[in-house]
């Protein structure tokens, strides 16, 4: 049951990455220095002032970026692997097993893909935006990303099952709407 949970905790954060990459990251170094949650050996540096400092720093710069016109569209090109490598590390963190290429394995496969794929879908959406909008509504959508990372992150760590099954409701949502875009275009 602690591999399931840590997995739902892992993939929950992971989805979160999608929206913004380093958001989950620093508010996971928060609570593993704090010892609100832990994670597996060799990532305990996840909780130090020094992740803690660079992470928020990252945040900060990640956030704004989005607010700049033209910087938040380059960003979501950068956002793409990052994200799935940030959701792979998460992921991975979490699950306590004793095989290494299990471990990672499962991280890339459950967190990277998930970030991967939320990403792709917010990126949709902000050229979407820009398109329709030149560029104007980009800061609204950039706002609710940054409090969907943040409010999503925040109750995944209280309820990661739930967060578990809303990802995994989320990512059919968004399967089922690229499937629907791509009939019309066609």
């Avoid at 913004?20 to 050996?41: C, E, K, M, N, Y």
């Avoid at 910087?71 to 095989?99: C, K, M, Q, Y």
Wanted: glycine share 10%.
């Amino acid at each position: 049951m602690e591999i399931f949970l840590s997995l739902c905790l892992g993939v929950g954060l992971a989805a979160c990455c999608g929206f913004r990459v380093f958001v989950p990251l620093l508010l996971s170094s928060i609570a593993i220095h704090f010892g609100w949650t832990h994670v597996d050996v060799g990532f305990e540096w996840m909780g130090t002032w020094t992740a803690i400092a660079v992470l928020a720093t990252a945040t900060v710069l990640e956030i704004g970026g989005y607010y700049i016109p033209w910087v938040d569209n380059l960003l979501d090109t950068i956002a793409a692997p990052a994200a799935v490598a940030a959701g792979t590390l998460l992921t991975t963190s979490f699950i306590e097993i004793d095989n290494p290429m299990l471990q990672w394995g499962l991280g890339l496969i459950m967190g990277g893909s998930t970030a991967g794929f939320i990403q792709v879908g917010t990126s949709l959406v902000r050229l979407a935006s820009s398109k329709f909008s030149g560029g104007v509504a980009n800061p609204v959508v950039s706002t609710a990303e940054t409090f969907a990372s943040v409010g999503f992150s925040i109750f995944t760590f209280w309820f990661p099952i739930v967060a578990f099954v809303l990802v995994i409701l989320f990512v059919m949502w968004l399967i089922q709407k690229l499937v629907n875009r791509k009939s019309k275009i066609e």
